[in-house]
């Protein structure tokens, strides 16, 4: 395959998408983590526009645990056409040993511990501000 047979037209929005159901986020939970001026409906737009500006691109590429070039490059139809022309009925994987370089089950029980982390510090700073009212009541 040429360079030219590669379809160079990438939709980042759509990438963003992909990567964050891949990862079981919800638009929701994105724009939790992009902060008070974010919700569910910009998440939407966001991910139905073809170009994202850099520095929400990097913001989300941090939050999804990717690099910015990974969602400004990913190609799914180009990567279906390299599988569909590799492989086929007669196909033998010679001496091809795909290991990636990290597990995905241990991603998500990474981004689980993270999670449960963050909503550990939040109920106990929580409970340390209703300690601090108690007392100002009280005194």
Same mark, same amino acid.
Do not use: C
């Given at each position: 395959?040429? /360079?030219?047979?590669?379809?160079?037209?990438?939709h980042e929005g759509?990438?963003?998408?992909?990567?964050?159901?891949?990862?079981?986020?919800?638009?929701?939970?994105?724009?939790?983590?992009?902060?008070?001026?974010?919700?569910?409906?910009?998440?939407?737009?966001?991910?139905?526009?073809?170009?994202?500006?850099?520095?929400?691109?990097?913001?989300?590429?941090?939050?999804?645990?990717?690099?910015?070039?990974?969602?400004?490059?990913? /190609?799914?139809?180009?990567?279906?056409?390299?599988?569909?022309?590799?492989? /086929?009925?007669?196909?033998?994987?010679?001496?091809?040993?795909?290991?990636?370089?990290? /597990?995905?089950?241990?991603?998500?029980?990474?981004?689980?511990?993270?999670?449960?982390?963050?909503?550990?510090?939040?109920?106990?700073?929580?409970?340390?501000?209703?300690?601090?009212?108690?007392?100002?009541?009280?005194?």
């Amino acid at each position: 395959m040429t /360079n030219t047979d590669m379809p160079n037209k990438v939709h980042e929005g759509r990438n963003i998408k992909r990567f964050r159901e891949m990862l079981g986020i919800k638009q929701e939970g994105l724009a939790f983590e992009l902060g008070e001026d974010w919700n569910q409906k910009k998440v939407s737009l966001l991910e139905q526009k073809e170009t994202i500006e850099v520095d929400i691109l990097e913001q989300v590429a941090k939050i999804l645990k990717v690099t910015p070039e990974a969602i400004q490059k990913f /190609n799914e139809d180009y990567a279906v056409q390299i599988i569909s022309n590799t492989f /086929n009925d007669q196909s033998v994987l010679n001496g091809y040993n795909f290991q990636p370089t990290f /597990n995905p089950i241990d991603k998500i029980v990474q981004l689980y511990n993270e999670k449960v982390e963050l909503y550990e510090r939040m109920l106990k700073e929580k409970n340390e501000m209703i300690d601090r009212l108690s007392d100002l009541k009280k005194g």
